[in-house]
C-alpha cells in the first residue's frame, strides 16, 4: 500500500510528514524545500519516517499546508468528463481533441485555508478533481502506459480548481479566470503511489459538498481522456518536472449551467461583448448554486472500500478586503 505524506507548519516551522493515522503524522527527517526536493531527494526519508516508531505529531497540533509548492506548473484538462460537458453547453462524447490549459502556481492554498472571491467576480464556482502529482522529469516525448505509469507519477492529490466563470467565459480567458490567488485548494494528503497500484487511479471516487449539500459525486473511471494517454500527449508539448501537477479534470455538478445555444454565442467572435454579457449573466442569475459568502466546500477522494482516502479538504469562501 502507498504512503500519505502531508506537509505541515508546526510552532512556526514548515515540515513533512508520513500520515500515520488519521490523528498522527511521523516527522520525516530532512529538510525539504519544495515537494520536488521531497521527491527527488527524499524518497528514503519517506520510507523511514512510514516504518518509525517514535514520537508522533498531532494532525490537531499543526497547520496542514498544501503537498504541491511553488513553484510548480499546474496543468489542467477541460470538460473531461461527459456530464460536464452536457451542463457547459457541449456535446457528451469524446471530443476530438484533449483540452488543456494551466493555473498560476499562485493560486495554491492550503485544504483548510479560505477562498477568496475577488471583489470584481460575481459568478464563483467550484471543481474537484484528482491531481496527479510527476515524479520523474518528462522532457522529451515518453509513451505513459499503466505499465510506467507510476515511475513517472509519484501520487495523487484533491485539488479544487476553482473558477471565476464570468471572468473565465464572457472574456474567454480561462487562465485569468482559475488563477487569481486561493483558486487553487490542494490536499490535505499527498498519496505516493506503491509500484503496483497504476490501477487506483481508474476507479476513484470523487465528492464535494457545499455547506453539506452533495453537488459533485463521480468515479475516475468516467474519465473520457485517460491520465496515460494525457500524460503522453502532454510530453509532445512541455516539460514536466517534479513536483507539477495535472489537474485532470471535474465531474458534473457545478454551478454553472450552459443551452447549446448559449455556449455557442459565448464562443461566437462575431458577437459583441456587450450582448454575451446580457444574455450570460441572466442566465446564471436564476442559478443558486454559485459560491456565496460564507459557503463551506468539502471535497475527498477516496477508493470505493475507503482503503486509500486523500484525507478530506474543507475551504471557507470568503470576499476580498
Given at each position: 500500500m502507498g504512503i500519505r505524506v502531508a506537509r505541515f507548519r508546526n510552532e512556526g516551522k514548515v515540515a513533512w510528514g508520513v500520515v500515520t493515522s488519521e490523528s498522527e503524522l511521523q516527522p520525516i527527517d530532512g529538510e525539504f524545500w519544495s515537494l520536488g526536493e521531497l521527491l527527488t531527494d527524499g524518497l528514503d526519508a519517506?520510507?523511514?519516517?512510514?516504518?518509525?516508531?517514535?514520537?508522533?505529531?498531532?494532525?490537531?497540533?499543526?497547520?496542514?499546508?498544501?503537498?504541491?509548492t511553488k513553484p510548480a506548473r499546474i496543468v489542467c484538462q477541460g470538460a473531461n468528463y461527459a456530464n460536464h460537458r452536457s451542463e457547459a453547453g457541449m456535446h457528451p462524447d469524446r471530443p476530438a481533441f484533449n483540452t488543456i490549459f494551466y493555473k498560476a502556481d499562485t493560486s495554491l492554498t492550503g485544504p483548510s485555508d479560505d477562498v477568496v472571491r475577488p471583489a470584481n467576480v460575481r459568478l464563483?464556482?467550484?471543481?474537484?478533481?484528482?491531481?496527479?502529482?510527476?515524479?520523474?522529469?518528462?522532457?522529451?516525448?515518453?509513451?505513459?502506459?499503466?505499465?510506467?505509469?507510476?515511475e513517472y507519477v509519484a501520487g495523487m492529490v484533491i485539488a479544487d480548481d476553482i473558477s471565476a466563470r464570468d471572468v473565465q467565459l464572457l472574456e474567454g480567458q480561462w487562465y485569468k479566470g482559475k488563477s487569481y490567488r486561493t483558486f487553487?485548494?490542494?490536499?490535505?494528503?499527498?498519496?505516493?503511489f506503491d509500484e503496483d497500484e497504476a490501477s487506483l487511479i481508474h476507479d476513484l471516487e470523487l465528492q464535494l459538498s457545499v455547506n453539506g449539500e452533495v453537488r459533485q459525486s463521480a468515479n475516475t473511471s468516467q474519465l473520457l481522456f485517460k491520465p496515460e494517454e494525457t500524460l503522453t500527449e502532454l510530453s509532445?508539448?512541455?516539460?514536466?518536472?517534479?513536483?507539477?501537477?495535472?489537474?485532470?479534470?471535474?465531474?458534473?455538478?457545478?454551478?454553472?449551467?450552459l443551452s447549446q445555444h448559449e455556449a455557442a454565442l459565448l464562443n461566437n467572435p462575431a458577437v459583441s461583448f456587450?450582448?454575451?454579457?446580457?444574455?450570460?449573466?441572466?442566465?446564471?442569475?436564476?442559478?443558486?448554486?454559485?459560491?456565496?459568502?460564507?459557503?463551506?466546500?468539502?471535497c475527498t477522494v477516496k477508493t470505493k472500500d475507503g482503503r486509500v482516502h486523500l484525507g478530506t479538504q474543507k475551504n471557507k469562501v470568503v470576499t476580498a478586503q
Open positions: 519517506v520510507h523511514t519516517a512510514a516504518t518509525a516508531d517514535r514520537g508522533s505529531v498531532s494532525v490537531r497540533d499543526v497547520k496542514l499546508l498544501s503537498p504541491v464563483l464556482d467550484y471543481e474537484v478533481e484528482v491531481g496527479l502529482v510527476i515524479g520523474k522529469a518528462i522532457t522529451t516525448r515518453t509513451e505513459v502506459t499503466s505499465a510506467n505509469f507510476v487553487c485548494p490542494i490536499g490535505p494528503y499527498l498519496y505516493l509532445q508539448i512541455l516539460d514536466l518536472l517534479p513536483g507539477d501537477v495535472v489537474l485532470t479534470g471535474t465531474p458534473g455538478g457545478v454551478a454553472l449551467k456587450a450582448v454575451k454579457q446580457a444574455v450570460f449573466m441572466e442566465s446564471q442569475s436564476r442559478i443558486h448554486a454559485y459560491l456565496q459568502d460564507g459557503d463551506e466546500i468539502v
